[in-house]
């Protein structure tokens, strides 16, 4: 493993796990104290980095699976993924398999809510008027321009407000 691979593990910042984010502060300080080669000697935080990419890469595997291009959005159900519990939404792996794509829809389920989150690729030109947070603020939810995650109790009110969504912003985007 070399360095480029301990830096690509550290850009991803996962909130949702304190373990990781402590690990990540204290990888930090200690390629900052001995050097990147020294941390590389460490089959503790080898380990870790292995196990980190090791589940990204299966992450990546459902994503696919459940992925869905629908014009301009891609489109994931992820409720019924096998190891959802542990999945994270797909930040950008939606504009790696589908470079064309503007936008991407995730319906996931976090303990008794299902989110739905719209996010806009950021490498694509999107019409400037549509703010998925403003939009997200009206189901429970919220964020910014660029992405809105809203709440829902049942699952059927979820799929059809991504659908509603899907339609939208492929109509508008």
């Known amino acids: 493993m070399n360095g480029l691979k301990i830096a690509s593990l550290l850009r991803f910042v996962d909130l949702e796990d304190s373990n990781y984010s402590n690990f ?4 930090i300080k200690a390629i900052e104290k001995d050097g990147i080669e020294e941390v590389l000697k460490n089959k ?5 980095i292995e196990n980190k ?6 992450d990546r595997k459902v994503y696919k699976e ?4 629908i014009d301009k959005v891609v489109f994931y159900d992820l409720t019924e993924a096998t190891n959802s519990d542990i999945l994270k939404k797909p930040r950008f792996e939606s504009y790696y398999w589908y470079p064309e794509s503007k936008f991407h829809v ?3 389920k976090r303990d008794d809510v299902y989110l739905v989150t719209a996010a806009k690729n950021p490498w694509k030109k999107t019409n400037p008027n549509i703010h998925l947070g403003k939009m997200a603020k009206e189901f429970n939810g919220g964020g910014h321009v660029g ?3 809203m709440r829902f109790e049942k699952y059927e009110d979820a799929l ?4 509603e969504l899907v ?3 492929n109509k508008n985007g």
């Open 167 to 169: 339609e939208y912003l």
């Open 44 to 48: 503790e935080y080898l380990e870790f």
């Open 106 to 108: 995730v319906i996931q």
């Open 160 to 163: 059809k407000k991504a659908k």
């Open 24 to 27: 990540r502060l204290e990888l």
């Open 147 to 149: 992405i809105g995650v």
């Open 53 to 58: 990419q090791i589940q990204k890469q299966i």
């Open 66 to 69: 459940h992925a869905k291009l």
